[in-house]
């Protein structure tokens, strides 16, 4: 089993930063897979970073320049989050595949806020 854990949610007003970690812990060497999701209130979740095999990151375009995802070793990630929007308001989640195409493991989330 794979468990991922969030932290650094918060409020912020517009126009400042945040930064969140995940760690994953679990019987396993390394994810392959590791992203960022987020969900609004009334909005179906959306991926917002993911690093995939490859090493390659894509961004979603909303956050593109503004948000920057890193790998810090194997099981760890970070999100760092600039320039915030009142837009960028939600629930962030962790996600990760041990390998491209099995199964997704999910965090329980971290609320970001931010205010205009």
């Known amino acids: 089993q794979v468990q991922l854990v969030e932290s650094g949610g918060g409020l912020v007003q517009a126009g400042g930063s945040l930064r969140l970690t995940c760690a994953a812990s679990?019987?396993?060497?390394?994810?392959?897979?590791m992203g960022w999701y987020r969900q609004a209130p009334g909005k179906q979740r959306e991926r917002v970073a993911l690093?995939?095999?490859?090493?390659?990151i894509n961004y979603a375009d909303s956050v593109k320049g503004r948000f920057t995802l890193s790998r810090d070793n194997a099981k760890t990630m970070s999100l760092q989050m600039n320039s915030l929007k009142p837009e960028d308001t939600a629930v962030y989640y962790c996600?990760?595949?041990?390998?491209?195409?099995?199964?997704?493991?999910w965090g329980q989330g971290t609320q970001v806020t931010v205010s205009s």
């Open positions: 996600a990760g595949q041990v390998y491209s195409g099995g199964s997704m493991y």
């Open positions: 679990g019987s396993i060497f390394r994810l392959d897979v």
């Open positions: 690093s995939g095999s490859a090493g390659g």
